[in-house]
T-cell receptor
Framework: KNQVEQSPQSLIILEGKNCTLQCNYTVSPFSNLRWYKQDTGRGPVSLTI?????NTKSNGRYTATLDADTKQSSLHITASQLSDSASYICVVRGNRAAGNKLTFGGGTRVLVKP | EAQVTQNPRYLITVTGKKLTVTCSQNMNHEYMSWYRQDPGLGLRQIYYSMNVEVTDKGDVPEGYKVSRKEKRNFPLILESPSPNQTSLYFC????????????FGEGSRLTVL
C-alpha cells in the first residue's frame, strides 16, 4: 500500500531559526512530490513540486530536496518567521501506470515563537 | 481571480437532515476532488472527478455522494448525515496533467449533532 510518512508531527522553533521537515514515501511508480503549506483554517497552498530528476528546489526561504533512490524528501525553512506557523503537507503522485493517484502525508505542524 | 469557492463555510446540522456542500472553480480545471480533514488523520480523499460525468470513489466515500454535471461545479451531498461526518471539508481542483497543482477551497466546517 502506498504510504507517505511525515516527521516530526509537530515542532516549535524560535523566530529566526532554521528547521527541516521530513517526508518518506513508498509510492511507486513515482511521478512527483509536492509540499503544501496550510495556514490554520485555510486550504493548503502549493510551495514547490519535485520531479524525479530534481534534487533541490528553492522558493524563497523554503528549500525542498528529493532523493528518489531512498524515497525521501525534506523541506528546509530558513530564518523562520511568525508567518511560517502552519501545517506542511507532503503529497506524492504516482505515475500514469499508477493512475496518477495522490497519496497525502499526515502533515507537520510548525509553530514559530517570537 | 482564480479560485475554488465552497459554501457554506460553516454549518451545524442534525443527524439525518440531508445537506449539500457546493464547490465551484473558475479555472476550467478537468479534475476536482473532495477531502475531509480530521485531527491526527490528515487529508483523506472522499470522491474525485476526472471530468464531466466521470466520478470515482476515494479512500473514504461511505455516506457521501457527488455529481459532476458541469465542469465548474462538484457538489458534495450528505444524504443522511451522522455525527462521525463532523469534519472540515475541502474541495480542490487541478489540471489533468501529471504535474497538476491542487487548488483548494477555503474549507467547510460541518458539525452534525
Amino acid at each position: 500500500k502506498n504510504q507517505v510518512e511525515q516527521s516530526p508531527q509537530s515542532l516549535i522553533i524560535l523566530e529566526g531559526k532554521n528547521c527541516t521537515l521530513q517526508c518518506n514515501y513508498t509510492v511507486s511508480p513515482f511521478s512527483n512530490l509536492r509540499w503544501y503549506k496550510q495556514d490554520t483554517g485555510r486550504g493548503p497552498v502549493s510551495l514547490t513540486i519535485m520531479t524525479f530528476s530534481e534534487n533541490t528546489k528553492s522558493n524563497g526561504r523554503y528549500t525542498a530536496t528529493l532523493d528518489a533512490d531512498t524515497k525521501q524528501s525534506s523541506l528546509h525553512i530558513t530564518a523562520s518567521q511568525l508567518s511560517d506557523s502552519a501545517s506542511y503537507i507532503c503529497v506524492v503522485r504516482g505515475n500514469r501506470a499508477a493512475g496518477n493517484k495522490l497519496t497525502f502525508g499526515g502533515g507537520t505542524r510548525v509553530l514559530v515563537k517570537p | 481571480e482564480a479560485q475554488v469557492t465552497q459554501n457554506p463555510r460553516y454549518l451545524i446540522t442534525v443527524t439525518g437532515k440531508k445537506l449539500t456542500v457546493t464547490c465551484s472553480q473558475n479555472m476550467n480545471h478537468e479534475y476536482m476532488s473532495w477531502y475531509r480533514q480530521d485531527p491526527g488523520l490528515g487529508l483523506r480523499q472522499i470522491y474525485y472527478s476526472m471530468n464531466v460525468e466521470v466520478t470515482d470513489k476515494g479512500d473514504v466515500p461511505e455516506g457521501y455522494k457527488v455529481s459532476r454535471k458541469e465542469k465548474r461545479n462538484f457538489p458534495l451531498i450528505l444524504e443522511s448525515p451522522s455525527p462521525n461526518q463532523t469534519s472540515l471539508y475541502f474541495c480542490a481542483s487541478s489540471r489533468r496533467d501529471t504535474t497538476g497543482e491542487l487548488f483548494f477551497g477555503e474549507g467547510s466546517r460541518l458539525t452534525v449533532l
